[in-house]
C-alpha cells in the first residue's frame, strides 16, 4: 500500500430519499486510532458500515487496505476485525466456542482456531471464564469477548462502534487499555464514540461529523486549540434567572452560552475571568474553573439541540 489504511474521497451513502454520508474526503494512516464523533443521525454508522464492507457507498472512491472497496470486499472482510455496536455472540455457547465458531469462518483449521481463542482471551482477561456460556457475563465481559473474537483473525484493521456504550467506569478503563494495546501491536482502530473522554484517550485524530458532513478534523489537542477558548468558567447563580447576567457578564470572554441552570464563560484566563466577575460585584452561587474539552467542541460545533 502506497497510501493510508482507509482512503476516502468524496464518499456518498445515501438510502432512497435519505442521504447519511454527503461527499467525505478522509484518508487513516497505519497504525493510527481514527475517531468519529457526532451527533445521532450525523452519518458515523454509516460511514463505518462502509469501511467495513458492510454497506456499498451510492458514490466517491473508497479504498481499504489498499483495494477497492465496492470491488474486493470479501477480500477486504477477511483482514478486517469488527465490533459492532450490540454484541452479537450467541448466549448458548461457551466464551471459548464463540470465538472458536467465528474463526472457523476465516478457513482456520480446529487447532489454529483454538490456538488464537486461547490467546485472544489471555489478552482481554478472560482466560477463567473461557468455559463459562456468554449469557453469564456482565456487560463489560461481554464487550471484551466482542473484540477477542474480532482479533481471531489477526486483522490489520480493527472497526469498533460504539465500543464502551452502557459499560461502568472501571469496565470502560479496561477496555481503553485494550485497545491501546492493540494499537501498540500496530493495529489500525477506526472507533465510533459519543464519550469525549474516550476520544481524548484513544484517538490520534478525529473528524466530527453533523448532518453526514465532516465539521472539523484534527487530533484531539487540536481541535481544542481551533474551536475552543483555553478555559471555560462554569458559574451557577441559585433560583435566580440567567438570562439578565449575560449582559452583566459581557466582553470578559470571548463568549457566553446559557443552559437552564449555569453559565458557561469561555475564557482565555479563567482565574483572570473570575477576578473580574468578582470585581463586577457579581456573586455567583457556585464557580467552577476548568480546561476547554473535546465536549466544548462538540457542542461548539454541532449545537446543543438534541437530535434523535
Same mark, same amino acid.
Given at each position: 500500500?502506497?497510501?493510508? &489504511?482507509?482512503?476516502?474521497?468524496?464518499?456518498?451513502?445515501?438510502?432512497?430519499?435519505?442521504?447519511?454520508?454527503? =461527499?467525505?474526503?478522509?484518508?487513516?494512516? @497505519?497504525?493510527?486510532? /481514527? =475517531?468519529?464523533?457526532?451527533?445521532?443521525?450525523?452519518? *458515523?454508522?454509516?460511514?463505518?458500515?462502509?469501511?467495513?464492507?458492510?454497506?456499498?457507498?451510492?458514490?466517491?472512491?473508497?479504498?481499504?487496505?489498499?483495494?477497492?472497496?465496492?470491488? $474486493?470486499?470479501?477480500?477486504?472482510?477477511?483482514?478486517?476485525?469488527?465490533?459492532?455496536?450490540?454484541?452479537?455472540?450467541?448466549?448458548? !455457547?461457551?466464551?471459548?466456542?464463540?470465538? &472458536?465458531?467465528?474463526?472457523?469462518? /476465516? =478457513? !482456520?483449521?480446529?487447532?489454529?482456531?483454538?490456538?488464537?481463542?486461547?490467546?485472544?482471551?489471555?489478552?482481554?482477561?478472560?482466560?477463567?471464564?473461557?468455559?463459562?456460556?456468554?449469557?453469564?457475563?456482565?456487560?463489560?465481559? *461481554?464487550?471484551?469477548?466482542?473484540?477477542?473474537?474480532?482479533?481471531?483473525?489477526?486483522? $490489520?484493521?480493527?472497526?469498533?462502534?460504539?465500543?464502551?456504550?452502557?459499560?461502568?467506569?472501571?469496565?470502560?478503563?479496561?477496555?481503553?487499555?485494550?485497545?491501546?494495546?492493540?494499537?501498540?501491536?500496530?493495529?489500525?482502530?477506526?472507533?465510533?464514540?459519543?464519550?469525549?473522554?474516550?476520544?481524548?484517550?484513544?484517538?490520534?485524530?478525529?473528524?466530527?461529523?453533523?448532518?453526514?458532513?465532516?465539521?472539523?478534523?484534527?487530533?484531539?489537542?487540536?481541535?481544542?486549540?481551533?474551536?475552543?477558548?483555553?478555559?471555560?468558567?462554569?458559574?451557577?447563580?441559585?433560583?435566580?434567572?440567567? $438570562?439578565?447576567?449575560?449582559?452583566? !457578564?459581557?466582553? &470578559?470572554?470571548?463568549?457566553?452560552?446559557?443552559?437552564?441552570?449555569?453559565?458557561?464563560?469561555?475564557?482565555?484566563?479563567? $482565574?483572570?475571568? @473570575?477576578?473580574?466577575?468578582?470585581?463586577?460585584?457579581?456573586?455567583?452561587?457556585?464557580?467552577l474553573i476548568r480546561r476547554s474539552t473535546l465536549e466544548d467542541v462538540f457542542l461548539r460545533l454541532t449545537g446543543r439541540t438534541l437530535v434523535e
Amino acid at each position: 500500500m502506497t497510501g493510508g &489504511i482507509v482512503e476516502a474521497v468524496d464518499l456518498v451513502k445515501r438510502f432512497d430519499t435519505t442521504t447519511a454520508v454527503a =461527499g467525505v474526503t478522509f484518508d487513516i494512516p @497505519a497504525g493510527q486510532t /481514527f =475517531g468519529l464523533l457526532g451527533p445521532n443521525g450525523a452519518g *458515523k454508522t454509516s460511514m463505518l458500515n462502509m469501511v467495513s464492507c458492510v454497506s456499498r457507498p451510492t458514490a466517491g472512491s473508497l479504498r481499504v487496505l489498499g483495494l477497492d472497496a465496492a470491488r $474486493d470486499d470479501v477480500k477486504i472482510r477477511t483482514r478486517l476485525g469488527i465490533c459492532p455496536q450490540s454484541d452479537r455472540l450467541d448466549p448458548e !455457547l461457551s466464551v471459548r466456542e464463540n470465538l &472458536i465458531t467465528y474463526a472457523r469462518y /476465516f =478457513g !482456520l483449521s480446529r487447532t489454529v482456531a483454538r490456538e488464537r481463542a486461547a490467546e485472544q482471551l489471555e489478552f482481554v482477561q478472560l482466560t477463567d471464564r473461557a468455559a463459562d456460556r456468554v449469557e453469564t457475563l456482565s456487560g463489560g465481559m *461481554k464487550r471484551r469477548v466482542s473484540i477477542a473474537r474480532a482479533m481471531v483473525n489477526e486483522p $490489520d484493521l480493527m472497526v469498533l462502534d460504539e465500543p464502551t456504550t452502557g459499560l461502568d467506569p472501571q469496565a470502560r478503563h479496561l477496555l481503553w487499555e485494550r485497545l491501546y494495546r492493540l494499537k501498540q501491536r500496530g493495529v489500525t482502530l477506526v472507533l465510533s464514540t459519543h464519550y469525549m473522554d474516550e476520544a481524548e484517550q484513544l484517538c490520534d485524530r478525529l473528524v466530527v461529523m453533523d448532518q453526514g458532513r465532516i465539521v472539523a478534523e484534527g487530533s484531539p489537542g487540536q481541535l481544542i486549540q481551533a474551536h475552543a477558548s483555553p478555559h471555560v468558567v462554569e458559574m451557577r447563580f441559585g433560583d435566580e434567572p440567567l $438570562d439578565g447576567y449575560e449582559d452583566k !457578564l459581557r466582553g &470578559i470572554g470571548e463568549r457566553i452560552d446559557t443552559l437552564p441552570d449555569r453559565l458557561l464563560l469561555y475564557v482565555d484566563d479563567g $482565574d483572570r475571568a @473570575a477576578a473580574e466577575v468578582a470585581r463586577r460585584g457579581l456573586a455567583p452561587s457556585t464557580m467552577l474553573i476548568r480546561r476547554s474539552t473535546l465536549e466544548d467542541v462538540f457542542l461548539r460545533l454541532t449545537g446543543r439541540t438534541l437530535v434523535e
